[in-house]
């Protein structure tokens, strides 16, 4: 399996970069974590957030791979336990998903992104900033894993 997190931004910093690193590298090659930053829309004065959204939104659904299952990364979404991610992980793995997490750029995620989402994740009714998101989600994903390896990492 395979989940692809889906990113606008770009340039995050070394600690952002370090630490999803990190978790993406200590999960198995059959449950791996890549990343792709999707570039922000060019920020021009006159250009309506929906706008930047919408544009930013297109590039994040053409990156999608094939068949993937899309999850959106939302502050509206639903809040997922451990327990309930790794549930979900372990349906996706059984079925050989492929699944792409989207995460939105400061005007967060276009309508278009929120249609084509099988699911909504909110990982916190915080505002987090969108580089840190990628941390949270590589370590959860990691949390999950080992919940269902019965690795000593996740402990109740």
Same mark, same amino acid.
């Given at each position: 399996? +395979?989940?692809?997190?889906?990113? @606008?931004?770009? +340039?995050?910093?070394?600690?952002?970069?370090?630490?999803?690193?990190?978790?993406?590298?200590?999960?198995?090659?059959?449950?791996?974590?890549?990343?792709?930053?999707?570039?922000?829309?060019?920020?021009?004065?006159?250009?309506?957030?929906?706008?930047?959204?919408h544009r930013e939104g297109e590039a994040l659904?053409?990156?999608?791979?094939?068949?993937?299952?899309? *999850?959106?990364?939302?502050? &509206?979404?639903?809040?997922?336990?451990?327990?309930?991610?790794?549930?979900?992980?372990?349906? /996706?793995?059984?079925?050989?998903?492929? @699944?792409?997490?989207? @995460?939105?750029?400061?005007?967060?995620?276009?309508?278009?992104?929120?249609?084509?989402?099988?699911? +909504?994740?909110?990982?916190?009714?915080?505002?987090?900033? &969108?580089?840190?998101? +990628? *941390?949270?989600?590589?370590?959860?994903?990691?949390?999950? /894993?080992?919940?269902?390896?019965? &690795?000593?990492? &996740?402990?109740?």
């Amino acid at each position: 399996m +395979r989940i692809h997190l889906l990113a @606008v931004g770009r +340039r995050p910093p070394a600690w952002v970069t370090s630490g999803f690193e990190e978790y993406a590298r200590r999960l198995p090659r059959d449950c791996s974590l890549q990343l792709t930053e999707i570039p922000p829309a060019r920020r021009v004065k006159g250009a309506s957030p929906a706008a930047l959204s919408h544009r930013e939104g297109e590039a994040l659904l053409r990156a999608v791979p094939a068949r993937a299952v899309v *999850i959106a990364l939302d502050e &509206h979404g639903e809040l997922w336990n451990t327990r309930e991610l790794a549930g979900r992980l372990a349906g /996706w793995q059984q079925d050989g998903q492929t @699944v792409a997490l989207l @995460v939105g750029g400061p005007d967060g995620l276009a309508p278009a992104c929120l249609e084509r989402a099988a699911a +909504r994740w909110s990982l916190s009714r915080l505002t987090l900033p &969108h580089q840190l998101v +990628r *941390i949270v989600v590589a370590e959860q994903i990691y949390r999950a /894993w080992s919940l269902l390896a019965g &690795h000593p990492y &996740h402990r109740e």
